[in-house]
């Protein structure tokens, strides 16, 4: 029976406290301050304890900031597959502290079978699946990636993240194609972000905007008009309703940079004067 409050996202079988999840990138940044003394010290608590999860996630960040030119570390390697091997569910697995190149790092395949494997092991396991998507994102495995998300989607139906990463993932493959290209990407993203908006609270409401309305201009046409109406209503309505008088703020930029470049009217209503975008 499992004891209330823990996870079995570690491959071993054993459960780990849902606390170490949000610890364990404090843990990474830590280790990049690490001197070799203390590296030295971590290496020492693993050979007697390959299972301490804290010392392992901390020598991973300090090796992390010594994988290129003359400190380039091989161990790096070592750490990074048994985390991502023993402990695919937590966050730092699929971060930046472990985010391993294709042309750069020499377990690469190695990893990215380990992450082929999890897919399917893990087949409703939304932790697991996050980072799985994640890894694929970041090394351009366009069709993987999506899927994954879309699976995530079918598990979580009410949860906006998963919308939001698909947006995002649609977007930056599209940023360097041809025009015809980038606007089709852009359409796509456009669809994901504005139902990821209608799932969202209003603080993640709030941080998804920006991406809305810079999706919205990119795909240009009717998208762009219904987009940027509904983005730019709600970015200057929350702005407004916080008392920022005479100011923008970070959210309402964005609205207003890109109204310069089309044909926007203002529109009293509630007695504030908001963006309209004739229809």
Partial sequence: ???????????????????????????????????PDKAALLQ????????????RVKLLGYLSQRRFGNLKDPNYCEHAVWLIRNY??????GSPWVAVHRRIDPCFRKIERIWDHHRVHFPRDSAVLR??????????SLR????????????????????????????????????????YWASKALHEYIRAEAKSSAKQRYYLLPDLAEAAYEAG????RRGMHATCWLALANTLERGVTGTLSTT?????????RTKVG????????LPHVAA
């Fill in 144 to 183: 993987k990636a999506e899927a994954v998300l879309r699976r995530l989607q079918g598990l979580e139906p009410h949860n906006p993240d998963w919308h939001g990463d698909l947006a995002r993932l649609y977007y930056l493959h599209g940023r360097w194609q041809k025009p015809a290209e980038r606007r």
């Fill in 252 to 260: 309402a930029i964005p609205c207003w940079a890109s109204l310069l």
């Fill in 88 to 93: 695919p569910g937590i966050k730092v697995s």
């Fill in 221 to 224: 046409g009717s998208q762009w």
């Fill in 131 to 140: 980072n799985v998507a994640r890894f694929y994102s970041g090394t351009g």
């Fill in 1 to 35: 029976m499992k004891r209330p409050g823990t996870n079995t996202t570690a491959v071993t079988g054993r459960t780990k406290p849902r606390a170490v999840e949000d610890r364990t990138d404090t843990w990474a940044l830590n280790g990049t301050t690490f001197d």
């Fill in 266 to 273: 203002l529109r009293l209503r509630n007695g504030i004067w």
């Fill in 44 to 55: 020492r608590t693993l050979r007697a304890d390959p299972h301490n999860l804290e010392a």
